[in-house]
């Protein structure tokens, strides 16, 4: 009873802690789940390596785990900027910002237990992914007017969203086929939090759009911009299935169903269909080999499905120029602006993500990880406008990690991850229309949006 006590108490700790993730690596999803995995670009769908945080990856790895209860605190550091030049006739001007707040602990937490030869339950709780940029009011600003006293990057002073996402998983799998084969489902419970700032110039009570006449680009103004935090819940599942093609090697897929959330009433808008954010669909699928008694390598591959989801997929300049287009010759919002029922998006593109890992058991008691991680910038040059609130562009990450066992019940772990720079340019076409529109022909603006990463993991293990 002592132990089940400790156990529920930890996994209500984590869940509350765990809501305070904001992360992004392959679009906004994490590179990796669990610390073992991460030290091996997040791969792992055919490894469970008994690491009850297979949960998240492949819910029918739980079979090989031993009884545990695992947890871990991520240190993730994503810093994000941008920079423009804006040329008129009379000479041009350049400016720069960087989001203030680039420091975030993760957390995560897991546990598996045996209920018979075949059968395993398992809980998982861990930040999926998330998004988070806080871009101080002395910020460059490149919706800028002469004449018009606005800062920050959307001439709204300050200006960030901050996107959190929690899953809870539990999960149940079986072994079949004289334990050649595994089969897990996972029920996924999530919860997301959401805000944003900053905005104000898109629904029309802005100085610059005070000073232009420009109009609301969103069917509810209201509700678009500087509400506060929301939150929504939603539901969906987790298959998985491993095989044992041999005695060195596994394979194995995954997959994880679009999460059908509940709208972000105080922000029905800004996303499409009035609010609505749901969580992509992923599938994966990989292999894992034993080259010999000490050395494993994985390799997997993985799609995450934005393009379902219109408030993220959805183009933004594009279609806030029809937004534009439908208040000039309609008077009233149409359903390309903000919120509405096809609105303005981010304009991602689905990513395909490869992950490669190694594992050496260095000695009996010390395993050595590393791994990389290739993902698509799902940000095309022409959207580069509304992602500076969303810069989600990084595209290979680089992971070393450890385990140490400290006797039979106890074990250590750490992993670190790094991201190089990557930058996405574009011309901000929005601006040049808005200036001719308001007799000011001849201005354009390049714009470049940027982010590079950094993770640091630690983790803890106790076998039961």
């Known amino acids: 009873m002592t132990f089940k006590r400790t156990l529920l108490a930890a996994a209500v700790t984590g869940a509350v802690l765990a809501t305070g993730t904001a992360q992004a690596t392959n679009g906004y999803f994490s590179h990796g789940f669990g610390v073992k995995s991460k030290g091996m670009g997040g791969s792992g769908v055919a490894f469970a390596n008994n690491s009850a945080m297979i949960i998240a990856t492949n819910p029918a790895g739980i079979t090989d785990v031993d009884n545990q209860i695992t947890g871990e605190l991520a240190y993730f550091k994503p810093i994000r900027g941008y920079d423009y030049t804006t040329t008129n006739p009379m000479g041009s001007v350049s400016g720069s910002g960087d989001s203030d707040r680039e420091g975030f602990f993760i957390p995560g937490l897991a546990f598996t237990y045996a209920l018979t030869e075949r059968d395993?339950?398992?809980?998982?709780?861990?930040?999926?992914?998330?998004?988070?940029?806080?871009?101080?009011?002395?910020?460059?600003?490149?919706?800028?007017?002469?004449?018009?006293?606005?800062?920050?990057?959307?001439?709204?002073?300050?200006?960030?969203?901050?996107?959190?996402?929690?899953?809870?998983?539990?999960?149940?799998?079986?072994?079949?086929?004289?334990?050649?084969?595994?089969?897990?489902?996972?029920?996924?419970?999530?919860?997301?939090?959401?805000?944003?700032?900053?905005?104000?110039?898109?629904?029309?009570?802005?100085?610059?759009?005070?000073?232009?006449?420009?109009?609301?680009?969103?069917?509810?103004?209201?509700?678009?911009?500087?509400?506060?935090?929301?939150?929504?819940?939603?539901?969906?599942?987790?298959?998985?299935?491993?095989?044992?093609?041999?005695?060195?090697?596994?394979?194995?897929?995954?997959?994880?169903?679009?999460?059908?959330?509940?709208?972000?009433?105080?922000?029905?808008?800004?996303?499409?269909?009035?609010?609505?954010?749901?969580?992509?669909?992923?599938?994966?699928?990989?292999?894992?080999?034993?080259?010999?008694?000490?050395?494993?390598?994985?390799?997997?591959y993985q799609r995450i499905e934005y393009s379902d989801v219109k408030a993220i997929s959805n183009p933004s300049t594009a279609y806030l120029n029809q937004c534009l287009g439908s208040w000039m010759s309609t008077g009233a919002a149409g359903p390309n602006c903000l919120g509405g029922s096809d609105g303005a998006g981010f304009g991602w593109d689905d990513v395909d993500v490869i992950k490669l890992g190694v594992q050496w058991q260095a000695t009996p008691k010390l395993q050595l990880r590393a791994g990389w991680n290739h993902g698509d910038n799902p940000i095309s040059s022409e959207d580069a406008l509304f992602n500076t609130i969303a810069p989600g562009v990084v595209e290979n990450h680089y992971t070393v990690g450890f385990s140490y066992a400290m006797g039979s019940n106890h074990e250590i772990h750490g992993s670190f991850m790094y991201a190089p720079e990557v930058d996405v340019k574009g011309e901000n076409q929005f601006l040049s229309d808005l200036a001719a529109q308001n007799g000011m022909p001849g201005v354009s603006q390049d714009l470049q949006i940027k982010m590079k990463q950094y993770e640091a993991t630690v983790g803890y293990t106790y076998k039961f």
């Open 120 to 300: 395993s339950v398992g809980l998982a709780m861990y930040g999926s992914g998330g998004m988070n940029t806080d871009y101080p009011a002395d910020s460059g600003n490149y919706l800028g007017f002469p004449g018009v006293p606005a800062d920050g990057p959307y001439g709204d002073g300050e200006a960030g969203v901050d996107l959190k996402q929690l899953f809870i998983t539990p999960t149940y799998a079986r072994e079949l086929m004289d334990d050649r084969l595994s089969v897990g489902v996972s029920a996924v419970i999530a919860r997301q939090s959401f805000s944003a700032k900053g905005l104000a110039n898109f629904n029309g009570t802005g100085p610059v759009a005070q000073a232009t006449g420009l109009p609301p680009f969103s069917v509810a103004p209201q509700n678009m911009t500087g509400q506060g935090h929301d939150s929504a819940w939603g539901y969906g599942g987790k298959l998985g299935v491993t095989f044992k093609a041999t005695d060195r090697i596994s394979l194995a897929a995954s997959y994880q169903s679009k999460i059908e959330m509940d709208e972000f009433d105080k922000y029905s808008g800004l996303f499409a269909e009035g609010g609505d954010f749901d969580i992509p669909a992923t599938w994966t699928v990989g292999l894992a080999a034993d080259l010999t008694d000490d050395i494993t390598v994985t390799a997997d």
